[in-house]
């Protein structure tokens, strides 16, 4: 099959054996799947990946053990478990120490014609969302994951920093709960969207200095964490969604002083995700700038890192 | 009257006027007063406090408008706050935007024959507890502090990093909510008196990586932090109480794969303090190496920088 390999910081188009699922596991045909800004990250060197990248995808089960997901539309989540750790015992299976991820840790991802996964990670996609739609249960589960980590409720102020696809997710959540939500971000165009969705958008930040109950750092920069750092109230709350590479100077005696609350977030409820959309409480095709063969991976990867786009997808 | 004056980096010994206090303070004569790691740090420059050191004390009421204050023995909150803000109207006076702090910001501290301060924020000692003890409970209530921000109880385990005067107090407090605990240390001499209570320590770390449950973080230094986040367990927690100039580069992305919470403590809860050292649950005369008249300053400095000493006491 056709996949998109990484190995040593470059990306090349190849043909590879389709994957044989194991005993657990289903074989996926990939119909959509989008390029996150961890893949980018990943292509850079973050985590010392080789192999298929991609983990925001929806495909159909072509190949299953269990007669019920045949020919099913599916998308899946990326934390592949052991189920007998403490972690995976407690119901904690996204911190098993042993688990392999989709497309980022020792498992080949989506960037490919077919992928294998086990029965306990699909989510079956109902009919009134669409493929594209469906491509962003992965980032809006990890949107949602925000509210797994504080309450939020129509008094609290929230600012989220960043407008790429994570922060656009977010504060859409966020609106959900309160009105009190502004997104800052660099780019008007970008934003354009959340401010007809009635969400105060902004380019500029600095001047909230101790503002805000919660502060969702979305930036994708290292940098994002002192910003946040300056706007949050005293015993306020940031969350830090933004993995990278990058290191930056911190200076932590603010974090003391004023008593914050930081949290790390990474995956979300995939089924809550898939509820958002099938009621049509977020929207996301407005975000999508284009669709790309694998052939394509060098305009589809350029595109997605182009800072005016949101997300790009392949169609495999 | 005689106190030690902080200007540009310097400490001097000058005669100033005795403070007058205003209509809501008391006249307190200094009895003794600790020399704490902040006060190291304000002497390199941290806050660009100017005026008279020290928040660490005991003293005696000598004016007072409220006559049952009158010859009493008392300790003091070291934030005053306006009373009238947000945060004060919501009971949370030591995030007060418009206070000052004894010692540390826009007021002067105990390093000094005479303190005014609010009747709000004295607390009496018990005859129970000495001079020399009643110096620890202002670092002994911020050493309680840390149970404020979560739920420790006898499965929890904890590492406390540092062994200096903070650590030595939390690894005490911690102690009487779990066995489960270990202080991690440089110094075989100050970790020596833990040992002889019952509490784990040791001088290696690194070996436990995403171990613990909590990882409390009062080395004194900003490198501490990335120690902290590399032996807490996934969804752990991390509590600082470094506040430091340094600044370190920090792999934030390990707070958000780990899903870690960290939290700021600061200042903490007078009267479990007083109890603690009142009940004898807390030991803590052991920890003084020395007592200097204000005069040898210059000695007492030098002492409490040194790396095998927790605690010396200015005797005004």
Known sequence: MKALILADGHVRLGEIPQP???????????????????????????????????????????????????????????????????????????????????????????????????????????????????????????????????????????????DGKLGLLIAQVIKLKTPHVICYGKHEKKLEALRMAGIFVSTRTGKEKGTYDVVIEATGRASGLEQALSIVRPEGLVILKSTTREQVPMDTSKIVVDEIRLIGSRCGPFGKAIDLLSNRRVKVEHLVQGEYPLESYADAFESAASPGNVKVLFVP
Request: hydrophobic letters at 40%.
């Open 20 to 162: 044989i699922p194991r005993e657990n596991e289903v074989l996926i045909k990939v119909l959509k799947a989008g390029i996150c800004q961890t893949d980018l990250e990943l292509i850079k060197g973050y985590m010392g990946f080789k192999g298929v990248p991609g983990h925001e995808f929806v495909g159909r089960v072509v190949q299953s053990a269990r007669t019920e997901w045949m020919n099913k539309r599916v998308v899946g989540e990326i934390n592949i478990a052991c189920g007998g750790c403490p972690s995976c015992l407690r119901g904690r299976s996204k911190h098993c120490p042993n688990r392999s991820v989709l497309g980022i840790l020792e498992k080949d991802g989506a960037f490919a014609e077919y992928i294998a996964l086990p029965f306990e990670n699909l989510h079956l996609i109902p009919e009134s969302v669409s493929d594209t739609e469906a491509v962003f249960v992965e980032p809006l589960a990890a949107a949602c994951d925000v509210l797994e980590h504080t309450n939020i409720d129509d008094r609290t102020s929230v600012a989220v920093l960043g």
